[in-house]
């Protein structure tokens, strides 16, 4: 058995919060429920993407599966898929890093804890698998840098990202 096999169970305190997160790797069997959720998100502000159909989102996260080095988690609220965390793990000179490629929360459950908590359950599941940190990109002028800020994300000097 894996550290990450297990799932880490956290409960709520609050009559305004779910009563309780459990933190699960992403396999096949919740994909579909992965692929609606990113839509959902990602189709929204601040990013409004545009989706022809789940089609590309569903291969999208076959490729992911499909990786040695892939790592996913979910977050589930209430018997439902309520945030995921999409990525890799990332050599790295000092150490194995977790590459967040996607992360996101429902819409309808944001503002309520569930993100922060989903990042602290992994970032016990990293710890508990002798890694060393978590990597992600992500725009300032978007709203999930603050999130992230908030949750211990440093920015990296002057890293900028290129592309081809």
Known sequence: MQPGDNAIVRKWIGASLPPRITTLPLTRARLAECVALYIRAFSGAPWYDEFPSEQPVHDYFESFLR????????????GKVAALSVGMK???IGGVEYYIDEFCVDP???GMGIGSQFLADIETD????GM??????T????PAYRFYRKNGFEKLGDLCVLGK
């Open 67 to 78: 990786l040695d080095a892939f790592l996913g988690y979910i977050a589930v609220v209430d």
């Open 108 to 110: 309808d459950l944001q």
């Open 139 to 142: 725009e300032e002028s978007y």
């Open 132 to 137: 060393r940190g978590m990597l992600l990109n």
């Open 126 to 129: 990293l710890s508990a698998r």
């Open 90 to 92: 990332k050599p790295w």
